[in-house]
Structure formats: C-alpha cells, structure tokens
T-cell receptor, first 113, second 116 residues
Framework: AQSVTQLDSHVSVSEGTPVLLRCNYS??????LFWYVQHPNKGLQLLLK??????LVKGINGFEAEFKKSETSFHLTKPSAHMSDAAEYFC???????????FGTGTRLTVIP | DTGVSQDPRHKITKRGQNVTFRCDPI?????LYWYRQTLGQGPEFLTY????????KSRLLSDRFSAERPKGSFSTLEIQRTEQGDSAMYLC??????????????FGPGTRLTVL
C-alpha cells in the first residue's frame, strides 16, 4: 500500500534563503513521485515528477527533488525562496502505472520578506 | 484557457438535498479523475474514468455518490441526500494515458461544497 509522510506541516523561511520540504514515502512497487503546489483559490499545479529515470528531478520555478530509494525520501528543495513561493505543497506517490494518487497532508510554506 | 474547468466553483446546500458538479477535462485527455479534499488534508482519490468507462472507485465513494462520463468528455459527480460530512472541496483532474508510467494529472480549480 502506498502512503506519504510530509514531515513538516509548516515551514517558514526568509526571502532569498534555501527551501527544504521533506517527504518520505511508502510504496509496494516501483513508485512514481510528484510534488504539487496549491496557491490560495487556485488549482493544484505540478512542480515536478519522478518516474524511474534520473534520481535528481528538476521542476518549474527553480525547484528540484532527489529520489533516494535507500531512505525512501523525495525531499523538495530550492536554493533561494521568493515571495511568490508561499503556498501549500503536497508530496504525492503512486505505484508506477497506477492511476490513483496518494497525497500527503501538505506543508505550508511561508516566506518572510 | 484550455485547462480543466469545474462548475460551479462554490455550492451551498441544505442537508438532505442532492447536488451535481460538472468537470470539463483538457480536450485531448482520455482519463478523468475525481478527488475530495477536506480542510487541512491532502486530496483523496474517489474515482477515475478512461473514456466513458469508470474503471476504479475508492471505498470513500459511498452509495450516495455517483459519477458519470457519458460521452468520454465531461463528467458529472452527483451526491444524493447530502450530509454535513460531505462538505469539502471536490477536485477534478484529467490526463493522457502514459503507457506504463503513472500519468501526469492536471487539476481543475475545484468545487467547494458547504452542507448546512
């Protein structure tokens, strides 16, 4: 069975400093992993996706994530936070080829000017 | 805008009433999904269609819920005899079959349901 644990419900960073949002997953098979972002009153937007190719995945807006099988982790990082990055971030897992996504409970990112 | 659209964006109803939501996917996408998101939680999978066939339903989808995709294009989600516990954001997503890998799902803005 698949599951996702987002280790921090809220992360606060200063503008221009690095962002780290942590995610651990559990999957019976080879997983597909995603990060989605949800801005207030807007739909979920895909940031990046891992599907068994390169373990370091680059996404939009300067975000990237590294798949570490030994640690069952897929942490999201960005070198320098921008005010527009303030949003809710969801780590998502699916068994490769499956069609239902399992979302974590989300991490709210606050960016302090 | 050619993204996923949902209608209405907000719905307030009284307990016991029936409600119906509509989702229009990205036009070339053959798969369509419904999720429910309650406050402070991530979305939870409800059901999915490939073309007009409903291929998977979650245990969350009680008998009061029914979804259709009659012509393999738009979809409707109906909730009968609504309960206060049905209050949530209902999200629709669509994708193009990826041939072995999990598809990338594109989400609509959601319909927020409030049951009084």
């Amino acid at each position: 069975a698949q599951s996702v644990t987002q280790l921090d419900s809220h992360v606060s960073v200063s503008e221009g400093t690095p962002v780290l949002l942590r995610c651990n997953y559990s999957s019976s098979y080879s997983p597909s992993l995603f990060w989605y972002v949800q801005h207030p009153n807007k739909g979920l937007q895909l940031l990046l996706k891992y599907t068994s190719a390169a373990t370091l995945v680059k996404g939009i807006n300067g975000f990237e994530a590294e798949f570490k099988k030994s640690e069952t982790s897929f942490h999201l990082t960005k070198p320098s936070a921008h005010m527009s990055d303030a949003a809710e971030y969801f780590c998502v897992v699916s068994d490769s080829g499956a069609n239902n996504l399992f979302f974590g409970t989300g991490t709210r990112l606050t960016v302090i000017p | 805008d050619t993204g996923v659209s949902q209608d209405p964006r907000h719905k307030i109803t009284k307990r016991g009433q029936n409600v119906t939501f509509r989702c229009d996917p990205i036009s070339e996408h053959n798969r369509l999904y419904w999720y429910r998101q309650t406050l402070g939680q991530g979305p939870e999978f409800l059901t999915y269609f490939q073309n007009e066939a409903q291929l998977e339903k979650s245990r969350l989808l009680s008998d009061r819920f029914s979804a259709e995709r009659p012509k393999g294009s738009f979809s409707t989600l109906e909730i009968q005899r609504t309960e206060q516990g049905d209050s949530a954001m209902y999200l629709c997503a669509s994708s193009l079959a990826a041939g072995g890998f999990t598809d990338t799902q594109y989400f609509g803005p959601g319909t927020r349901l409030t049951v009084l």
